[in-house]
């Protein structure tokens, strides 16, 4: 299969990057069919990272291996002759795709080629059973769209998709002569690196107005519903009990598909849209009112709470290593309040960003932006800015909601499997217990690269 992603290669390239390259099996077939090129593996996850250069010294090419994101790669312009992706874009937001596609462009040079192999998109549209199968998040958002599409949109040219047997496709394109007057060129703007460049990039950069800022880590949010508690089957059972009491008949999957890391609001208000079920706000309040009570009388039942094991341990390390702390979550206030005065948590989160306080739900960035005000009103000496939070979550919404606020972000494998959560998040645990904190910190206290509005 990933021979296929080679075999679509025309150029002979002298630089290649292999955009999340997960534990580095396509970037060490990428060396091996191009010896004398400098090959890059790029990945969010410092684990897959870890796995990669095992597997490359035990091989022996000499591969470089950086950790960092694919839509904001901070590579200079123009430097790549090839880009390749295996297998991520099914995995992701298709927003995110498309601007991985855009970064793509920008980092190649003219006459480069992005190829990219991944499922095949015609197949997924006329076989729907597949996506039921595949329990991949975003996976019906990508086969409705189009790989060769986002690659015409970002301004490649000659680009083509072929079928490798029935289940995977490569989209292949070039950076034509006329790039820089592509879309692509114009969609410039604040972009962001855990890793320092060197030498001549360096000089690159200060010349386009590039400028190193200091970051440290001050501050970890916390999500609640699959972070702090193990409930989200509590929710799915009241949920479907709620859509039975309104003459509706659950489906199975829908949970995941609507609820998953996400309000109240917008998960009922989703699951009666998706039946034709349009209601005023008042019913709508009135319904999350009666979900609220049940969950409560539910919990009465309970003891102990379904709380994660080691919790309070890990947030005494945070305590001790001088962080501030908060949560955030699209959970009401009553039920968030409850549970940590039963378990004995509420006084090491002064700040709670609840579902009564804002409106927009994950993965929209409305909660975690309002946390860091509401911290840097509770800590005024704190000057608290975003990129110093590190969020902890277990969701796709919930990530993509703290990365959209400028965080980064350690997913935990509560509700989605590991290897999901790592291709999403910037760190991935099993547990809680498992993330090294002072790891964490020491990328955090590296440079970032960033660029001023005013030269965007």
Same mark, same amino acid.
């Given at each position: $299969?990933? =021979?296929?992603?080679?075999?679509?290669? @025309? +150029?002979?390239?002298? @630089?290649?990057?292999?955009?999340?390259?997960?534990?580095?099996?396509?970037?060490?077939?990428?060396?091996?069919?191009?010896?004398?090129?400098?090959?890059?593996?790029?990945?969010?996850?410092?684990?897959?990272?870890?796995?990669?250069?095992?597997?490359?010294?035990?091989?022996?090419?000499?591969? *470089?291996?950086?950790? /960092?994101?694919? %839509?904001?790669? /901070?590579?200079?312009?123009?430097?790549?002759?090839?880009?390749?992706?295996?297998?991520?874009?099914?995995?992701?937001?298709?927003?995110?795709?498309?601007?991985?596609? #855009?970064?793509?462009? #920008?980092?190649?040079?003219?006459?480069? %080629?992005? &190829?990219?192999?991944?499922?095949? *998109? !015609?197949?997924? #549209?006329? $076989?729907?059973?597949?996506?039921?199968?595949?329990?991949?998040?975003?996976? !019906?958002?990508?086969?409705? +769209?189009?790989?060769?599409?986002?690659?015409?949109?970002?301004?490649?040219?000659?680009?083509?998709?072929?079928?490798?047997?029935?289940?995977?496709?490569?989209?292949?394109?070039?950076?034509?002569?006329?790039?820089?007057?592509?879309?692509?060129?114009?969609?410039?703007?604040?972009? *962001?690196?855990?890793?320092?460049?060197?030498?001549?990039?360096? @000089?690159?950069?200060?010349?386009?107005?590039? *400028?190193?800022?200091? $970051?440290?880590?001050?501050?970890?949010?916390?999500?609640?519903?699959?972070?702090?508690?193990?409930?989200?089957?509590?929710?799915?059972?009241?949920?479907?009990?709620?859509?039975?009491?309104?003459?509706?008949?659950? !489906?199975?999957?829908?949970? #995941?598909?609507?609820?998953?890391g996400r309000s109240d609001r917008a998960c009922i208000a989703d699951l009666l849209a998706i039946r034709g079920r349009i209601v005023s706000e008042s019913y709508l309040a009135a319904l999350m009112v009666r979900k609220a009570q049940a969950y409560q009388e539910y919990l009465q039942t309970l003891d102990p709470l379904p709380v994660y094991a080691g919790l309070e341990d890990f947030i005494l390390k945070l305590r001790g290593a001088g962080l501030a702390i908060a949560l955030v979550? /699209?959970?009401?206030?009553? %039920?968030?309040?409850?549970?940590?005065?039963?378990?004995?948590?509420?006084?090491?989160?002064? &700040?709670?960003?609840? /579902?009564?306080?804002?409106?927009?739900? !994950?993965p929209e960035p409305d909660g975690y932006l309002l946390a860091v005000d509401r911290l840097n009103q509770f800590y005024p000496e704190l000057k608290l800015q975003s990129r110093e939070c590190l969020a902890i979550e277990d969701t796709p919404a919930g990530i993509q909601a703290a990365k959209r606020a400028g965080m980064q972000v350690v997913g935990v494998a509560n509700t989605y499997p590991l290897h999901m959560l790592q291709r999403q998040a910037n760190w991935a645990v099993d547990?809680?217990?498992?993330?090294?904190?002072?790891?964490?910190?020491?990328?955090?206290?590296? =440079?970032?690269?960033?660029?001023?509005?005013?030269? +965007?």
């Open positions: $299969m990933r =021979q296929a992603l080679i075999d679509a290669v @025309r +150029c002979q390239p002298r @630089r290649i990057l292999d955009l999340d390259c997960g534990t580095g099996s396509m970037t060490l077939m990428l060396k091996q069919a191009f010896p004398g090129a400098e090959v890059i593996g790029l990945d969010l996850s410092p684990y897959m990272l870890v796995m990669a250069e095992y597997k490359a010294k035990k091989a022996g090419p000499d591969i *470089q291996w950086r950790h /960092g994101n694919a %839509e904001r790669t /901070g590579f200079p312009d123009a430097c790549f002759d090839l880009v390749a992706a295996s297998l991520l874009f099914h995995e992701t937001p298709h927003p995110v795709s498309q601007a991985i596609v #855009r970064e793509s462009f #920008r980092l190649l040079t003219t006459g480069g %080629e992005i &190829v990219v192999l991944d499922g095949n *998109q !015609k197949t997924l #549209r006329q $076989m729907d059973w597949l996506n039921d199968i595949f329990e991949e998040p975003q996976i !019906k958002a990508y086969a409705a +769209c189009s790989v060769g599409a986002w690659m015409g949109a970002a301004g490649f040219g000659a680009v083509r998709t072929e079928d490798i047997w029935w289940v995977h496709q490569v989209s292949h394109g070039v950076k034509p002569i006329s790039a820089s007057d592509s879309p692509a060129s114009a969609a410039r703007g604040v972009w *962001q690196t855990t890793d320092t460049p060197a030498g001549g990039d360096e @000089r690159r950069l200060a010349r386009s107005g590039v *400028q190193h800022i200091s $970051m440290t880590l001050k501050a970890v949010l916390f999500d609640f519903n699959g972070v702090i508690i193990n409930d989200e089957p509590i929710h799915e059972r009241l949920l479907e009990q709620l859509l039975i009491e309104e003459n509706l008949r659950p !489906k199975r999957g829908e949970f #995941r598909q609507f609820c998953l979550t /699209g959970a009401l206030r009553l %039920e968030v309040e409850e549970v940590l005065r039963r378990v004995g948590l509420a006084q090491y989160f002064p &700040v709670i960003v609840a /579902g009564d306080d804002i409106t927009a739900s !994950k547990f809680l217990a498992d993330l090294e904190l002072e790891r964490v910190r020491k990328i955090f206290d590296k =440079q970032v690269l960033t660029k001023s509005v005013g030269e +965007c």
